[in-house]
Antibody
Framework: QVQLVESGGGLVKPGGSLRLFCAASGFTFSDYYMSWIRQAPGKGLEWVSDISSSGSTIYYADSVKGRVTVSRDNAKNSLDLQMNSLRVEDTAIYYC?????????????????WGQGTLVTVSS | QSVLTQPPSVSGAPGQRLTISCTGSSSNIGAGFDVHWYQQLPGTAPKLLIYANSNRPSGVPDRFSGSKSGTSASLVITGLQAEDESDYYCQSYDSSLSGSVFGGGTKLTVL
């Protein structure tokens, strides 16, 4: 079955860096856009980034642009999120998700399925 | 402040029909972009409930339905069950923000 497993979360000080990982299985990874979405504790969902199936097209939310880099390795069925200059407000569960469909302007439509998430805590 | 507006909470008795609204603007729902809905049970990852306004993935009961009109969308749950107690989120694309946007979420309580 389709499975996404995130890892790499943890406690980091403000200004620090962290790299998140997402291992995909059960589908042809190289055929799909992939996305990162986060959820601050007790809060709603916030889209973070999309990366095209080849990795050639990448989109970021303004809240993370310039501080975050998404990449993928289709040979290893893996998705990464490198986060630098972390802020307290980046504290959240980070989910990777397979993106489906088409919304417009080259962006994917919806997210299905989602991984179980990995918690990033930014605190001094 | 979420780009898409949802009521923070709704409640209903078992068997009832319930509607959760999702209100956007001319740069997202009103521009014709599709709306998708997710269910997030406590302590778990979101799960796709409705995609492209009104389509149900396989395995989602037909008690759940979606619609879109103008700058708003709705998720309707009929025959409310205790297991429906969850958080629900709508999602669309916003051309001004150049990315996906979510509603703030609605907590559904089954009385």
């Amino acid at each position: 079955q389709v499975q996404l497993v995130e890892s790499g979360g943890g406690l980091v000080k403000p200004g620090g860096s962290l790299r998140l990982f997402c291992a995909a299985s059960g589908f042809t990874f190289s055929d799909y856009y992939m996305s990162w979405i986060r959820q601050a504790p007790g809060k709603g969902l916030e889209w973070v980034s999309d990366i095209s199936s080849s990795g050639s097209t990448i989109y970021y939310a303004d809240s993370v642009k310039g501080r975050v880099t998404v990449s993928r390795d289709n040979a290893k069925n893996s998705l990464d999120l490198q986060m630098n200059s972390l802020r307290v407000e980046d504290t959240a569960i980070y989910y990777c998700a397979r993106a489906r469909g088409y919304s417009g302007y080259g962006h994917p439509g919806w997210f299905d399925p989602w991984g179980q998430g990995t918690l990033v805590t930014v605190s001094s | 402040q979420s780009v898409l507006t949802q009521p923070p909470s709704v409640s209903g008795a078992p068997g009832q029909r319930l509607t959760i609204s999702c209100t956007g603007s001319s740069s997202n729902i009103g521009a014709g972009f599709d709306v998708h809905w997710y269910q997030q049970l406590p302590g778990t990852a979101p799960k796709l409930l409705i995609y492209a306004n009104s389509n149900r993935p396989s395995g989602v009961p037909d008690r759940f339905s979606g619609s879109k009109s103008g700058t708003s969308a709705s998720l309707v749950i009929t025959g409310l069950q205790a297991e429906d107690e969850s958080d629900y989120y709508c999602q669309s694309y916003d051309s001004s923000l150049s990315g996906s946007v979510f509603g703030g979420g609605t907590k559904l309580t089954v009385l």
